[in-house]
């Protein structure tokens, strides 16, 4: 049975999620996404997860983001964003959900990411865009709703 998220562990021989190209699938809403296994000393600053990618033509529809608790500190400072290569936050920008891991952020988009059309097939991956203040290894999932033209 296929699974809508498939797991993996961060550094070890990634593959790519890449939705089906089918003869039913242009203008119909895909929705691709992961579950990654990080350990603390992964979640440093600037780190990128994730092996997701959407392909050329595929406008933006939304995003889902549901983390373990990746910072156990009293204040924590975490912070992921849901990006691509030109913009690390054009999906999502600076969420706090890894502070506490209590609920998941979404459907929702960024307003730049809202109806983007990627040219080219483009990876788009977490970032830790504020590293943790006590980090602590965790699952990270997310989900990525599209279009394809």
């Given at each position: ?49 994730g092996n997701v990618r959407v392909p050329k033509g595929a406008e933006i529809a939304w995003v889902m983001l549901d983390v373990d608790d990746l910072d156990t500190n009293g204040s924590p400072t975490i912070t992921l964003s849901i990006g691509d290569t030109g ?63």
């Open positions: 049975m296929a699974r809508m998220m498939p797991s993996s562990t961060a550094g070890v021989n990634p593959t790519f999620n890449v939705a089906a190209k089918t003869s039913t699938d242009s203008n119909q809403l895909t929705v691709v996404g992961e579950a990654i296994t990080v350990t603390a000393a992964q979640l440093t600053l600037n780190a990128l997860f913009d690390d936050d054009r999906l999502l920008t600076a969420n706090t959900a890894g502070q506490t891991g209590a609920v998941p952020v979404g459907p929702t988009v960024a307003k730049a990411g809202f109806g983007y059309r990627y040219t080219d097939e483009t990876l788009i991956s977490v970032k830790v865009k504020a590293a943790p203040a006590t980090a602590a290894g965790g699952v990270i999932r997310y989900l990525v709703a599209f279009v394809s033209q």
